[in-house]
């Protein structure tokens, strides 16, 4: 997993806990896609993708605390 995040110039970090991944990404949902796809062909099983937007309140907590 780490050798393909670590590979695509739209993955800006990542952290693995246990079976979840979670990664700050710039590219579009074509890109998503295309990460999915070369995670999937790595032999990860992927269960699921989504999206989680932060507002800016969440960038200012994070910030300051």
């Known amino acids: 997993i780490e050798e393909v995040l670590a590979s695509d110039d ?9 079976n979840l991944v979670s990664l700050r990404y710039t590219g579009d949902a074509r890109r998503v896609a295309e990460l999915n796809e070369k995670l ?5 099983n992927i269960t699921g993708v989504c999206e989680e937007r932060r507002t800016i309140e969440d960038v200012f907590l994070s910030v300051t605390q």
């Not at 739209?10 to 246990?18: C, L, M, P, Q």
């Not at 999937?40 to 990860?44: A, D, E, I, L, Y």
């Open 10 to 18: 739209a993955v800006r970090s990542f952290t693995i806990e246990g």
């Open 40 to 44: 999937v062909r790595s032999g990860v």
